[in-house]
């Protein structure tokens, strides 16, 4: 007996073990590597500010929110490409394709920064304010939390740093009541996503067959409404028909692929044949499914979310609702190298070039047209004589004029 | 209304295959008396190595593949509770941190953090005489591993409970010391259910890399493997049980599904969390109405020790 609880002993000691060392490979590898590599190679210019960034349990890769933030910080501030867990210099070229197209014009335009990425990814909601501190910890000069997720992990860390700066994606930093306050040393980067749904949920009411679209939530949460509500709105504006019917249908995760795939295959079961999704890595799920539907001859689109998703599924991706999670940490950073970086609540819409739509590569009948009718929306929500609505109580009382 | 419960059954029989190949990967382990909490990380193995191997071969020889994947973390496993009689919560807890942490650093210094490329999909079956009958129609389009699912459980079921093979199974699970007066080997039968078990998981994972989607995602299997073992509880560690159970549980969230997108009025009443969280609580209502007469094996999570009484 004695001999079991031994080795269980040292079962269980090698297991803590374990634990720990599982646990800094992600923050280390990418936040040693520039360092050593930084080091011998510029003797004479400034130190590069560091960044760091904790990003939520969707982590690294979800072709969507996640991977605008570390576009944003990595790609175009640092200037940096992220490969088999370490940084390479990204080429010009790079950089460029990484750019989309409503920013291509963008003034004054993305350059590199002297800064240099510290990403942690988070791997359980536990672990956000504990990396959020070693961050600090580690000397960064500005720490970024991405995702609304993130919230009270930022507002925590901040009331016990009053020192560091932080920047707070998604969300506003809220009280016990929910009700919205702000810290001496947080900025705050809030999107109108619901703007950016419309555009595309005007489209997808243009481009139906069937007159029955479709919408995947992840979580159901009040951004993630404000999503649906938009695209709602855009569909009762380019088509009353399919309006009254539109689904909209959450899976209750951001992680869960397989829930995604089957949530889409049973709205397309029932006929819909546009689906626009918001729901972080469920989201490729959905893609998934809508791609096998194409290829068993279905006539049938998905629209993607966050960041451009087209390379995901380039033959069913009809566009992406694009949200700039990407430029707002650029700019975060650019400030802080010029010395401007101020705390406040930011909210970036359509006029802002905070979220958009990315390029529609796909043909479909009255293709010109569709974009024209689109467009041209989008001059009325810039011009402020259209207001998007921004919650489900608001769509109710929304009067669509087209 | 035909229509609607033909896509109901469809998505089921869709999502079930890997939850019922893992619950039965558990129910067999542990009704050799040996705990296996590792069933989420031989599946994410599973998935992983299924997906790669894909890449570079015929997708079914990378299920296999993947089996084996699911086997070999059981391997360790059976090692360390069998061979070393630590404890086998700790172990299988250790497994499914390694295989979490394992598959990012390898999918990610391998691939990129997205996931592995695409593979080529195993095929759906297209069943000639059903295909297109309201209703029925459900049953045909699904992969290979649908209709393997569907039989599997029962075949497990006769061994169990008809064989000599079963009879030793169930007792060195119940009573390892009446098993070794036999002259039995009792190590030998639970390494044997280990790596079958472990075998079963890594195949649950494999369909999820290889029939639900078409490569290892980052977060594969995303809690699956514990909704597995809540379906072995919720029947009893019996594979008619586990296999009852773990359809239960798919049908359940299909329905979940198909009510949001059908009958969407309906989710006011009743929030997508309860649903969510159904499962869950069915397997703990069980357990609290079975109280003391427990239908877990009697030696279950014992380690064998000759000298013992």
Redesign the interface.
């Known amino acids: 007996m004695t001999r079991t609880l031994r080795l269980s002993t040292v079962a269980l000691v090698a297991l803590l073990g374990a634990c720990k060392k599982e646990e800094p490979p992600t923050p280390t590898a990418p936040a040693q590597q520039p360092q050593a590599e930084a080091k011998p190679a510029e003797p004479p210019a400034p130190k590069a500010l560091k960044i760091g960034l904790v990003i939520d349990v969707g982590g690294r890769g979800d072709h969507s929110f996640n991977d605008a933030a570390l576009r944003g910080l990595e790609t175009w501030a640092a200037g940096k490409r992220y490969e088999g867990g370490k940084y390479a210099p990204a080429s010009a070229e790079e950089v460029k394709q990484s750019i989309t197209q409503d920013l291509a014009n963008l003034q004054p335009p993305i350059t590199a920064l002297n800064v240099e990425p510290l990403v942690i990814q988070s791997k359980s909601p536990e672990d956000y304010e504990p990396n959020l501190d070693l961050l600090v910890e580690q000397g960064s000069d500005l720490t970024i939390g991405n995702g609304f997720l993130l919230e009270s992990a930022v507002e925590a860390t901040a009331k016990k740093q009053p020192k560091a700066k932080f920047l707070l994606v998604d969300s506003l930093i809220l009280d016990a009541e929910n009700k919205p306050y702000s810290l001496p040393n947080v900025r705050t980067v809030t999107f109108k996503e619901n703007e950016g749904s419309f555009l595309v949920g005007a489209l997808a009411g243009l481009v139906s067959k069937t007159g029955k679209v479709g919408f995947v939530g992840g979580m159901e949460v009040p951004i993630i409404k404000r999503f649906e509500a938009g695209y709602r709105a855009g569909v009762k504006t380019t088509n009353a028909k399919a309006a009254p019917g539109l689904v909209a249908v959450y899976t209750g995760s951001f992680d869960n692929v397989a829930a995604g795939k089957q949530v889409a295959q049973d709205l397309l079961k029932k006929g819909v044949d546009v689906i626009f999704q918001a729901a972080g890595a469920d989201g490729l799920g959905v893609i998934q499914a809508v791609k096998e539907a194409r290829a068993a001859g279905k006539q049938v689109w998905v629209i993607g979310v966050d960041s451009d998703q087209s390379h995901v599924a380039p033959e069913v991706v009809l566009t992406s609702m694009l949200k700039h999670v990407d430029l707002a940490i650029y700019h975060a950073c650019r400030d802080l190298t010029e010395g401007k970086f101020a705390a406040g609540d930011v909210v970036l819409g359509l006029k802002e070039g905070g979220v958009g739509y990315a390029e529609v590569r796909l043909d479909f009948p009255g293709k010109a047209e569709a974009l024209q009718k689109v467009e041209a929306l989008r001059q009325r929500i810039n011009s402020g004589e259209l207001k998007v609505p921004g919650t489900m109580d608001e769509f109710a009382a929304f009067q669509a004029t087209p | 209304m035909l229509e609607l419960l033909e ?1 109901l059954l ?2 089921t029989l ?2 079930a295959p ?1 939850l019922i190949f893992a619950a039965l990967g558990g129910v067999l382990s542990e009704r050799a008396g040996v705990v296996n909490v590792g069933v989420e990380g031989q599946m994410r193995a599973g998935a992983f190595c299924a997906a790669v191997a894909a890449l570079f071969m015929p997708t079914p020889l990378g299920v296999v593949l993947g089996m084996l994947a699911g086997a070999g973390l059981a391997a360790i496993h059976g090692y ?1 509770s069998i061979r ?4 086998q919560v ?2 299988g ?2 497994i499914n ?2 295989a ?2 394992g598959g ?2 390898l999918l ?3 691939y ?4 592995t490329p695409a593979i080529e999909q195993l095929p759906r079956w297209t069943l000639p005489l059903i295909h297109g009958v309201p209703l029925l129609g459900a049953l045909s389009e699904h992969s290979g591993m649908t209709y393997l699912a569907l039989v599997l459980p029962f075949v497990f079921h006769a061994v169990l409970t008809h064989t000599p093979i079963g009879l030793r199974l169930r007792a060195v699970g119940e009573k390892p010391h009446a098993v070794a007066t036999l002259g039995l080997s009792v190590q030998g039968l639970r390494w044997g259910a280990v790596l079958g078990g472990g075998l079963l998981a890594g195949l649950g994972g494999a369909v ?1 890399s290889t029939a ?3 490569r290892f ?4 299997p ?3 493997g514990f909704m597995a073992l809540a379906a072995m509880v919720f029947g009893r560690w019996t594979p008619l049980g586990a296999f009852g159970a773990a359809s239960f549980f798919a049908f359940g ?2 329905l979940r ?2 009510l ?3 009958a ?1 009025g309906i989710l006011e009443f009743i929030p ?2 309860f649903l ?1 969280a159904l499962p869950y609580l069915l397997t703990l209502i069980l357990l609290a109405v079975q109280g003391q007469r427990s239908s877990a094996p009697a030696a279950l999570g014992t ?1 064998y ?1 000759q000298e ?1 009484r």
Not at chain 2, 84 to 87: A, H, I, L, Q
Not at chain 2, 112 to 115: T, V
Request: net charge negative.
């Open positions: 896509a469809f998505s869709d999502a890997a360390l070393w009689r630590s404890d700790v172990s807890m250790a941190l390694v979490l942490a990012t650093f990610e210094s391998l990129s953090p997205n996931g999820l639900v989607l078409d995602e980052q977060h594969t995303a809690g699956l969230n299909a599904i198909g949001a997108s059908s969407p997508q969390g969510l380690p020790e013992s």
